[in-house]
């Protein structure tokens, strides 16, 4: 994984320690739509919503100068099916290397133009959605074809040396036998892969957590061969400590001490502030103070360890520690 420029990489540490102290999000995820290409199963999004009200690119400085930032994840829905993306992205950055961009998305309607121009336009990071490292992936996300078609343009565009391309595969227990081929894959077509974790919040479904000792066990096992597979390119993108946490989370399928509304949350496609994409609650941006003071302070929700709460539950030491190991270029000591 490509390890962020210095001056870039001390900005980042510079505005993450002013919003941890100022009790300010580090992380935002912009929802930039509900619609989406795919019917995948784990979901509650799926195909066409209604799009009046989305914010428009104009909007969404008002959001970065109030929220400040340091890490953006654009997500939805599928943000692809904006064709205003390039815009809202363009309209997110600071001008300074800041912030943090990532595309969260199913790439059904990726080309390499739009890679190229996104890339142009700030994003730091693609993160691309992979549950299975054949055609189950079509059966998984409703979408005839879709594997193919990453098949042919994820190793075109990470022949290209931008080393920016992250495979997303979120374990359930449909695939978690899958986790080692899911890394073949990505090594194949020379992209870097992040594990996350299957939550019922979203849709309700249990069946698709580890619900037998031999899911764990081998959920466990795959975790384990992963283990022995890191190496100084950084291409297993989850920290140590993230895939035991990870382990920890499908084992009692539950996962607390969640900062939700504090250390990330997320903008909906209208424009209102959620504390994540499965809490319900709307506050208006103005509002962002109540939200901490009415949700997260009393939040005992625990149904989930999705990446951005993997990212920032640590204490802000081991945060930082593994950041700067990882993705900043700065000496960890
Ligand atoms: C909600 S999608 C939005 C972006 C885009 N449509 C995509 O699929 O990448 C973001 C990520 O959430 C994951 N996801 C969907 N349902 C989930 C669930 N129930 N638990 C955990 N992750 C889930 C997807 O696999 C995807 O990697
Ligand atoms: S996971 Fe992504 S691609 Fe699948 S239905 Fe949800 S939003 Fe769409
Ligand atoms: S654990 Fe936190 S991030 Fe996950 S669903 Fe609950 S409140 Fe949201």
Redesign the pocket.
Known sequence: MRKVPLTESLRIIGRGTRNWVAGRPIVVSFEVTDA?T???KH?D??GARDESRNLKPADYPRYMEALRPCVVQVS???PLMRPDLTEIVRNIQCGNGLPYTILVS?WSLMTAERYLELRAAGVDQFSV?LDFPDARHDEF?GHPGLFSHLQDLVPRLTALGHDDIVLNSCITSENVGEINALADQARAWGANLCYSAYSARRTGCRDYLLNSTDQLATLNREFDRVEKRRDDTNWIVNAPSTLEATRQYFELSAAPGCKAGLRFLVVTADGALQPCSMQFGKYKLEDRTRMVEEFTAHNTCDECYVSIRSYLDKSFPKLLRENVQEFLSVKAR
Request: charged share 15%; proline share 0%; hydrophobic share 10%.
């Open positions: 989406c795919c019917f995948c979901c999004h799926g939805g829905g599928e199913n959605s996300r």
